[in-house]
């Protein structure tokens, strides 16, 4: 297993630029987490999705971030447009629903964007 | 008060020293994490833990549920074990969701 797969690993762009980050689950993992990390505040849930629908994404900072999960396996976090203070390691897990299972939890690479 | 307290916040350590990091939390939860995280790396889960104990190599991670309260032990510290160590906790209360401790910085000179 190739475990959870993030791209780009590095992203620098320009404040107002459109930014799309990808994420691909484990296999058999039906739970879909992206967060965001920054020295100030640390590991920050932005949403998370259980069987491609999202469940909690009170995390999501503003409407300038999206998500979608078009099927099982694979998501993406848009940010349009983006702006400096976006600049962070975004990071996405996937595991299995609580109660359906192992309960094991994996993360991935993440992705470190850098908006200018 | 935060859900998921852990202590020390930072820990400097000789090389092959016992280290002891400690996780204690609020609510019933159905498990907990141990992760890690060198510098500018990615996020690695060392244990996921509901009872007992487990032991990877060198390190060993304990529960209490009783006490809420989870230990991870490194024995041996070397300096390549130098990472921030996160204790999370899944429970129903919060959804599928982790919740994480702040992290404890674990420098180990040589």
């Known amino acids: 297993d190739a475990g959870v797969i993030q791209s780009p690993r590095h992203e620098v762009t320009e404040m107002g630029q459109e930014v799309t980050l990808r994420c691909k689950l484990i296999s058999g993992h039906n739970s879909l987490f992206w967060y965001r990390q920054t020295m100030m505040r640390g590991l920050e849930l932005l949403i998370y999705?259980?069987?491609?629908?999202?469940?909690?994404d009170s995390g999501m900072p503003e409407d300038r971030f999206s998500a979608k999960m078009p099927n099982a396996s694979f998501s993406t976090l848009k940010i349009q447009p983006s702006e400096p203070r976006d600049s962070a390691v975004y990071f996405c897990?996937?595991?299995?629903?609580?109660?359906?299972?192992?309960?094991?939890?994996?993360f991935g690479s993440g992705t470190r964007l850098t908006v200018v | 008060k935060n859900e998921v307290e852990q202590s020390p916040q930072n820990l400097t350590a000789q090389e092959g020293e016992f280290i002891t990091i400690n996780c204690s939390y609020s609510v019933g939860i159905s498990a907990l994490h141990w992760l890690q995280q060198h510098p500018g790396g990615g996020i690695v889960s060392l244990f996921m833990l509901s009872s007992g104990k487990k032991k990877h190599g060198r390190l060993i991670a304990t529960i209490n549920i009783q006490e809420k309260h989870s230990s991870l032990h490194i024995t041996a510290s070397h300096p390549r074990d130098s990472a921030v160590y996160i204790c999370?906790?899944?429970?129903?209360?919060?959804?599928?969701?982790?919740?994480f401790g702040a992290g404890t910085i674990l420098r180990v000179k040589s």
């Open positions: 999370a906790v899944r429970s129903k209360e919060y959804g599928n969701k982790l919740v």
């Open positions: 897990a996937s595991s299995q629903i609580l109660g359906q299972g192992n309960y094991g939890y994996t």
């Open positions: 999705f259980n069987n491609n629908v999202p469940i909690d």
